[in-house]
């Protein structure tokens, strides 16, 4: 490519199709309104079924989605995520593996109760995702795989060694995805936000002490607003974004800089 052909159209997502787990709450919400907004129909899987929110968002930018209540983890049903998306809108060109969560108990009181749960969720249901995702993405050669990581793929956690080691993992597997695919034009990255204002962290922020804590270790000295998320994620699913691979994106204010 010359570099004179270089333009807008390469943050296009005009006729692409993509999957988005949890995509109709929280972060998952910004990537499916971000993908739509360039372009790309959205299939939505979600334990959580949808208020009409997110519908009305994606249909409002003249694109088409579907949603499918399932549980991630059950046998099967990343093939049928694949296929309901392939059946929608006749490929799966992206995948985004949002859904996740994030039990909290002090290390002593934190056993297999809740440690089984987000392995489960946060590491076993993004690879079986991206594994059946691939196999429709391989023949095609073409493809993106973005894994949503967090600032505990860099650190630990306390209260939540769960969490730490399954963003750790997290890490580790989009880089081997990637040392596997980039042979066949798949790029497999990962975007790793920082301190968001959802309503995850909202008692965070009602607590004074706590939240300036938090801002203190910002050098953006603020929250992050989940429309903060959007860009990287159009641009990790855009043509743009072709020769990064493997590569875990923080999105965090400059958080782990200090």
């Given at each position: 490519?010359?570099?004179?052909?270089?333009?807008?159209?390469?943050?296009?997502?005009?006729?692409?199709?993509?999957?988005?787990?949890?995509?109709?709450?929280?972060?998952?919400?910004?990537?499916?309104?971000?993908?739509?907004?360039?372009?790309?129909?959205?299939?939505?899987?979600?334990?959580?079924?949808?208020?009409?929110?997110?519908?009305?968002?994606?249909?409002?930018?003249?694109?088409?989605?579907?949603?499918?209540?399932?549980?991630?983890?059950?046998?099967?049903?990343?093939?049928?995520?694949?296929?309901?998306?392939?059946?929608?809108?006749?490929?799966?060109?992206?995948?985004?593996?949002?859904?996740?969560?994030?039990?909290?108990?002090?290390?002593?009181?934190?056993?297999?109760?809740?440690?089984?749960?987000?392995?489960?969720?946060?590491?076993?249901?993004?690879?079986?995702?991206?594994?059946?995702?691939?196999?429709?993405?391989?023949?095609?050669?073409?493809?993106?795989?973005?894994?949503?990581?967090?600032?505990?793929?860099?650190?630990?956690?306390?209260?939540?060694?769960?969490?730490?080691?399954?963003?750790?993992?997290?890490?580790?597997?989009?880089?081997?995805?990637?040392?596997?695919?980039?042979?066949?034009?798949?790029?497999?990255?990962?975007?790793?936000?920082?301190?968001?204002?959802?309503?995850?962290?909202?008692?965070?922020?009602?607590?004074?002490?706590?939240n300036q804590r938090v801002l203190d270790h910002i050098p953006a000295g603020r929250w992050g607003d989940v429309a903060d998320l959007m860009g990287t994620t159009v641009f990790l699913a855009s043509r743009a974004s072709d020769y990064v691979n493997g590569h875990i994106l923080p999105v965090d204010g400059g958080y782990l800089v200090r």
């Open positions: 490519m010359d570099i004179t052909d270089f333009n807008r159209d390469f943050f296009s997502l005009d006729g692409k199709n993509a999957i988005v787990t949890g995509g109709n709450t929280g972060l998952g919400r910004a990537f499916s309104l971000a993908l739509a907004k360039a372009g790309a129909n959205v299939f939505v899987p979600s334990v959580m079924e949808d208020d009409g929110t997110t519908r009305r968002l994606i249909e409002a930018e003249g694109r088409r989605t579907e949603f499918l209540a399932c549980d991630l983890t059950a046998p099967g049903t990343p093939r049928a995520i694949v296929d309901g998306c392939v059946d929608a809108f006749g490929s799966v060109d992206i995948v985004v593996n949002s859904a996740g969560i994030c039990n909290l108990a002090p290390v002593e009181k934190f056993g297999r109760v809740q440690w089984d749960p987000m392995v489960d969720i946060n590491l076993t249901a993004p690879f079986e995702l991206s594994h059946e995702a691939m196999l429709r993405m391989i023949p095609r050669r073409s493809g993106k795989i973005i894994n949503i990581a967090s600032l505990f793929s860099f650190l630990g956690g306390q209260w939540s060694p769960a969490y730490a080691a399954t963003k750790h993992a997290i890490a580790g597997f989009t880089k081997a995805y990637c040392d596997e695919l980039a042979q066949h034009n798949i790029q497999v990255n990962a975007i790793a936000p920082g301190y968001f204002a959802t309503q995850i962290t909202e008692a965070t922020r009602a607590d004074p002490t706590t």
